[in-house]
């Protein structure tokens, strides 16, 4: 393998063995859903640090960490974590 990887663990090897392997078509669903995530917490993150503490149901720094659960966090916050 080329040196660039000589420091990495194996893990990422078979990572990067496994993305690889993957066809063009297999891969945009995941690039699609990595990017909604993504998305979907920077967005949250923003409006946590905008929002007043008032206008939170519990505190800040428990919504910030809920949106570290894939999938479910932002969505969590988006409906139950604002005040209307």
Excluded: C
Excluded at 3 to 11: A, E, H, L, N, T
Excluded at 20 to 36: K, N, Y
Aim: charged fraction near 25%.
């Amino acid at each position: 393998m080329s040196k660039k990887f000589d420091g990495v663990p194996s893990i990422f090897h078979s990572l990067r063995a496994d993305w690889l392997d993957l066809s063009t078509e297999q891969r945009f669903p995941i690039i699609g859903a990595v990017l909604a995530e993504l998305s979907g917490k920077i967005a949250t993150w923003i409006s946590l640090y905008r929002r007043p503490a008032e206008k939170i149901r519990g505190p800040k720094w428990v919504w910030f960490l809920l949106t570290f659960i894939n999938g479910i966090g932002p969505a969590l916050y988006w409906s139950f974590g604002r005040k209307k």
